[in-house]
């Protein structure tokens, strides 16, 4: 069965650059996105497609694909920007997976 | 407004039956591949049914093949989860949501219901 890992934990300092990395065989290969749940909420799309964003979703969120690595990337994080995020992937035969999750602390 | 609001979970004893209701509105129901997804507290999100536009296609889990079935209701705008023979296991918040796409197999999630709770006891 397809699997996608992601780090347990990443901390970012207001204002840097936050990454989260995605591994799966040949990833490229597929579509990623991502998804940001904060505790006591559902989960939220940021980035579909490997790269757009959804409509409200803040420009600071990117995201992109290559090889076997989805990564999100946030730009200028802000502490608004801490919970979890899960990235997923889908295809006619897995159908869809999620990866285990990353918990983004902003110190 | 996209809205999409579970229903149906509770309490049940292990190998007990159970349906989860999600009622939608906001959008053209038909359209679109709908798939529940569910949360163990304090843990991850695990894909666990999809089903196609029409009700035509259906794809599930490993974990819940042969146990849970998928349907839907267009002209209710209702999805539904039977969920037969639960397990200790299968406690978990469970979530509907919405494919970000008109294709037929689940793609991406543009939007989330709330959830229902479905606790099994042994």
């Known amino acids: 069965s397809y699997e996608l890992t992601q780090p347990p934990s990443v901390s970012v300092s207001p204002g840097q650059t936050a990454s989260i990395s995605c591994s799966g065989d040949?990833?490229?290969?597929?579509?990623a996105c991502w998804y940001q749940q904060k505790p006591g909420q559902s989960p939220v799309l940021v980035i579909y497609q490997d790269n757009k964003r959804p409509s409200g979703i803040p420009e600071r969120f990117s995201g992109s694909n290559s090889g076997n690595t989805a990564t999100l990337t946030i730009s200028g994080t802000q502490a608004t920007d801490e919970g979890d995020y899960y990235c997923q992937t889908w295809d006619t035969v897995i159908p869809v997976v999620f990866g285990g999750g990353t918990k983004l602390t902003v110190l | 407004d996209v809205q999409l609001l579970e229903s149906g979970g509770g309490l049940v004893q292990s190998g007990a039956s159970l349906r989860l209701s999600c009622v939608v509105s906001g959008f053209s129901f038909s359209t679109y591949p709908m798939s529940w997804v569910r949360q163990v507290p304090g843990k991850g999100l695990e894909w666990v049914s999809g089903?196609?536009?029409?009700?035509?296609?259906?794809y599930y889990a490993d974990s819940v093949k042969g146990r849970f079935t998928i349907s839907r209701d267009n002209s209710k705008n209702t999805l539904y989860l039977q969920m037969n023979s639960l397990r200790v296991e299968d406690t978990a918040t469970y979530y509907c949501?919405?494919?970000?796409?008109?294709?037929?197999?689940?793609?991406?999630?543009?939007?989330w219901g709330q959830g229902t709770l479905v606790t099994v006891s042994s």
């Open positions: 949501a919405k494919d970000g796409n008109d294709y037929t197999n689940p793609n991406w999630f543009d939007s």
């Open positions: 089903i196609s536009g029409s009700g035509s296609r259906t």
């Open positions: 040949n990833l490229d290969n597929k579509y």
